[in-house]
């Protein structure tokens, strides 16, 4: 059974760090690049950034670079969300997706997790 469980999600002041978790399982984790997507209140889900399955290659949103860094494990399964000097605009839940480097080509989500930047 395919699972992606997110955590690490929770209420932050402005400025504060989280570090958001993304645990795999029931697929071989190593042939999926993996990303950070976030869905804002009455915004369409967009990309936050994005990791190559053997983590070489990173791309991010330009309204996180220099403060979000993906990295992942790939002896763990795990994939991680830094996120450092948190606005009140990166307010959102924020999903985990896998994506299969090659054919046949399969995508996995999470169920999310909720980020909250507030005073």
């Known amino acids: 059974q395919v699972q992606l469980v997110e955590s690490g999600g929770g209420l932050v002041q402005p400025g504060g760090s989280l570090r958001l978790s993304c645990a795999a399982s029931?697929?071989?984790?190593?042939?999926?690049?993996m990303s950070w997507y976030r869905q804002g209140p009455g915004t369409e889900r967009e990309l936050v950034a994005r990791i190559s399955s053997g983590g070489g290659n990173t791309n991010y949103a330009d309204s996180v670079k220099g403060r979000f860094t993906i990295s992942r494990d790939n002896a763990q399964d795990r994939v991680y969300l830094q996120m450092n000097s948190l606005k009140r605009e990166d307010t959102a839940v924020y999903y985990c997706k896998a994506e299969r480097v090659r054919l046949p080509k399969t995508t996995y989500w999470g169920q999310g997790t909720q980020v909250t930047v507030s005073s």
């Open positions: 029931g697929f071989t984790f190593r042939d999926y690049a």
